[in-house]
């Protein structure tokens, strides 16, 4: 059985919200995991090799074997400010970070080679200072090549490791792109908030065009996606700041077929064990 991994950010910690997939309009969480005593207002995670990581968007990332049991604790923590992360196909962990403080702050695309332990570091940083604001997400797709963007960034593809992740192409639009996921029809899913539009945009990864815009209830920003194995795309999204939604979408990703009202604060989702 898989389950939705979704983080919650509070004043007072980082939570993960745990669901049984396929999710339904009336999915309740199955259990909550305090995954931080540090609050954030930002967090997100991401599944694959048989594990669970966290970041708590305040320096440190978590690592939890598939599945979860109950209380469980961390099998390791990584000291990175990490943003977003993505596992390719062969257990290679990308994370985007800001590394520094204030003014001397730099935006990062750490790679860190499987498999991934406690003695793990990155192995490969790739430094944007040119974005104003963090690249919020990162995605590989089977061929292991790596995807990410952020808000005040284009799209960037990177080649896969075994390659050097050498920058092999820039597109979509300059500003309002959030967390992406590649889907399984092979295209690119990027959530996408801007002046008051809010959507999901399709693009081909060879192409770099967008081919579709799915529409999202006006009021509801979008944050991150993910997919399950029976190829539902499942979207957080922030409505108030009281408010989280959860959105699923059938194929072929036409319109939302479930709208799951969520616990306010909630950020990343991930799909695993």
Request: aromatic fraction near 8%.
């Amino acid at each position: 059985m898989q389950h939705a991994y979704v983080t919650q950010n509070t004043p007072q910690q980082t939570n993960v919200l745990i669901y049984n997939v396929p999710l339904t309009a009336s999915a309740q969480p199955i259990a909550t995991l305090t995954v931080s005593k540090v609050g954030t207002s930002s967090s997100a995670d991401c599944a694959g090799a048989g594990a669970l990581f966290v970041m708590d968007g305040s320096g440190s990332t978590y690592a939890y074997t598939l599945p979860i049991t109950s209380s469980p604790q961390p099998s390791f923590t990584l000291a990175n400010n990490g943003v977003a992360c993505a596992l390719d196909a062969s257990g290679n962990l990308y994370v985007t970070a800001v590394e520094g403080n204030g003014m001397f702050s730099t935006d990062t695309f750490e790679v860190y080679a499987a498999p991934v332990n406690a003695s793990s570091s990155a192995t490969e940083i790739i430094q944007d200072p040119a974005t104003a604001l963090p690249w919020m997400g990162v995605t590989t797709d089977p061929t292991g090549d790596a995807f990410m963007d952020g808000p005040n960034s284009r799209i960037t593809e990177f080649s896969s490791r075994a390659s050097g992740n050498k920058q092999l192409a820039s597109f979509g639009p300059a500003q309002g792109s959030f967390g992406m996921a590649a889907g399984p029809d092979g295209n690119l899913y990027v959530a996408f908030s801007l002046s008051g539009e809010s959507e999901i945009d399709v693009y081909n990864p060879n192409s770099g065009l967008k081919t579709k815009t799915i529409a999202i209830e006006k009021g509801l920003f979008p944050l991150y996606i993910a997919f399950d194995a029976s190829s539902n795309m499942v979207v957080t999204a922030q409505a108030t700041a009281s408010q989280s939604t959860l959105l699923v979408l059938a194929p072929p990703y036409t319109a939302v077929t479930a709208t799951i009202p969520a616990p306010s604060g909630i950020s990343g989702i991930a799909i695993g064990q």
